[in-house]
């Protein structure tokens, strides 16, 4: 078996080219235009994703903490090894972060319990807000910890209920409204510094019933170095590595809207922190709609999106200068997952807001020519705004193709360009020269694993090639002639009609011995689906799509199976376009997906 190595931080990861197809494409059969592009937009305005709403108990001093741990160094060094072998061994995406266990702390607000400043407990307090809800506070203190994330457990809380996170008035991360998920539940946004305060506000509507929650981990997050290891001090700059800020339009024209368009992505998966770079993308509306691309390998189902952190202008304030922290800048939380693939690397979220003053980059379905040079700015180890670039290479060494297909991916050659990238780079747009997207970086392979800066002298990248998943995007990319999103729904082999026949649902399979294909779709009810691969009677999963629409103005979609083969389920609206997929990789037991954000409703 042929087999890819993964550029991470400063190194690369062996995986077989078996892994990229845990995943694959499901495609409609409507021809794509070869020559499709489209320009970048310019958006002066936009709404603020870091809302500035201070909490009613900001500032306010508790006697205690409900959860108090020691630093890191003393308590977890077992941890820090583990995340840091992981980064030595150039697994992708790149760590910044583990979770740590605090002595559990369930919260039941009950309709007698708040009273005007009644006490829980030590760490917490509750109270009547004056519009008539309630609202709780806690704090969690962490030695020595850079940032941090409270973990909430077990939610049963009433729709509306809005969160605050906060370290002092200085940042503040709120309202956000909370939505339990029922397999991670809650991971809080993350704050500064060793003190993290928790606001919770339920409705007036909810005073009447009892709520609970537990508070049960918290997430550390670390700065890392050169070499991705954990760092508790300022971490250091890379050799090689260019400061975006330093990049002037004789070596591209338009570099400071490039770097308007890109963000630092952290985001939590199986209790670990990780960071990557996305990149906002255009779409033929040009609408301003906040679609953001970045890997596979970083974000690739709908939990770990909701975790989703995204830091916008992370970057040097002069030449070489220094950087704000990352309390100071703007940020979106969360978003839709709409598409997303192993094979191509790549995923699509749609984030709920961005802050004014983006650039969303063009794209082009044409590939680059031979000895084209391409442009990225990333995040390398979670670090401030990087510049690197790349020569195209149409029929790369063989020794050093690692097994990648090039009709999905793209080679290029790092000695033909300046700087170089690191893991936390994944997912970075690889642009043209007028600022279309034709590829996000995957990885790379060559000799030189230990040392990128090295590295860049024989080595080779690899980026997903726009051109080749681009039928997958089109629904939300050209939205108007590209996907044909809003057609009706056609029942056909591993298409069925839902509700009404408003929702279609599709699915795909694939199997270990490299057989794939749509799946056997059996109409259970109106709004429920089973499916098979050949045998009627072996049924392999169950979808449904509930109308979630009176209670969080969305549509809810559950996906089940009984199966370890690879399998794509994708739901589309057939009224407004918008979809929800969901992938379970090849050799995993399919884990259930209950996601009631799925579709919004209107």
């Known amino acids: 078996m042929a087999q890819d190595r993964e550029k991470g931080a400063g190194m690369y990861r062996l995986r077989s080219v078996a892994s990229y197809l845990a995943s694959f494409l499901f495609l409609t059969t409507a021809a794509v235009a070869q020559d499709a592009s489209l320009g970048p937009l310019v958006l002066t305005g936009g709404q603020a ?32 090894e583990r995340l840091e072998a992981a980064n030595a061994a150039g697994l992708l995406p790149v760590r910044n972060g583990f979770r740590r266990g605090i002595p559990p702390r369930v919260v039941r607000i009950e309709p007698s319990s708040p009273n005007a400043s009644a006490s ?57 409204l909370v939505t339990p998920d029922p397999i991670d539940g809650i991971w809080t946004p993350s704050v500064e510094g060793p ?54 339009g004789s070596t591209l024209s338009d570099v400071a809207s490039l770097r308007r368009a890109v963000a630092h992505l952290q985001f939590v998966k199986g209790g670990e922190g990780f960071v990557c770079t996305g990149s906002l993308l255009n779409n033929t509306l040009q609408d301003g709609t906040p679609n953001l691309l970045t890997a596979n390998h970083c974000l690739a189902n709908q939990s770990a999106t909701n975790t989703l952190e995204s830091f916008w202008d992370y970057k040097s304030a002069t030449c070489g200068g220094s950087t704000p922290n990352l309390g100071s800048l703007q940020r979106s939380s969360g978003g839709q997952l709409l598409a997303t693939s192993a094979n191509g690397d790549y995923t699509l979220i749609r984030l709920s807001s961005i802050p004014a003053n983006r650039i969303l980059l063009g794209w082009t379905t044409t ?66 020269a007028q600022l279309q997207v034709v590829g996000d970086l995957s990885g790379g392979c060559g000799p030189n694993v230990d040392e990128p800066c090295d590295g860049r002298l024989t080595d080779l990248e690899w980026d997903g090639r726009f051109s080749a998943y681009f039928p997958a995007l089109a629904p939300f990319l050209s939205p108007s002639g590209g996907g044909g999103n809003t057609s009706p729904c056609q029942v056909a082999n591993g298409v069925e009609c839902l509700v009404g026949n408003r929702f279609e649902l599709s699915a795909s399979f694939q199997d270990q011995n490299g057989n794939s294909g749509p799946i ?44 370890d083969q690879g399998v794509e389920v994708r739901v589309r609206d057939t ?28």
């Open 367 to 432: 590939p680059p020519a031979n000895g084209a040079l391409l442009h990225r700015i990333s995040h390398p180890l979670g670090l401030n705004q990087a510049y690197s670039s790349a020569t195209v290479l149409q029929h790369p060494n063989p020794a050093l193709s690692c097994g990648n297909n090039t009709n999905r991916f793209i080679a290029t050659d790092p000695l033909g360009g300046q700087g170089a990238t690191f893991g936390g780079s994944s997912g970075a747009a690889m642009v043209n």
């Open 120 to 176: 829980l407990g030590e760490g917490e307090a509750i109270s009547v807000d004056p519009d008539g809800g309630v609202r709780w506070i806690g704090r969690i203190e962490v030695e020595e910890a850079w940032r941090l994330r409270a973990h909430l457990e077990a939610a049963v809380l009433p729709p509306g209920t809005r969160m605050w996170v906060y370290n002092s008035l200085a940042e503040v991360i709120g309202p956000v």
């Open 49 to 80: 994703a870091t809302v500035r709403e201070a909490p009613s108990w900001a500032g306010l001093e508790l006697e205690a903490s409900l959860a108090s741990l020691s630093s890191a160094r003393q308590q977890a060094m077992r941890e820090i």
């Open 195 to 248: 003190s993290l305060i928790l606001e919770l506000h339920l409705p007036e509507a909810a005073r009447d019933e009892t709520w609970s929650f537990e508070i049960d981990e918290v997430l550390e997050v670390f700065r890392l170095d050169a070499t991705g290891r954990v760092s508790f001090a300022t971490a250091p700059d890379i050799s090689c590595a260019i400061d975006a800020t330093c990049v002037t």
């Open 520 to 563: 056997r779709l059996i109409r259970y009810t109106d709004s429920s689906v089973l499916g098979h691969y050949g045998d009627g009677s072996n049924i392999e999963i169950l979808g449904k799509v509930l109308n979630g629409c009176p209670l969080n103005g969305q549509w809810w979609v559950f996906l089940a199976g009984v199966t």
């Open 575 to 602: 009224q407004t376009g918008r979809s929800y997929s969901y992938s379970n990789p090849l050799g995993r037991k399919y884990v259930t997906d209950t996601q009631t954000s799925a579709i919004p409703c209107q």
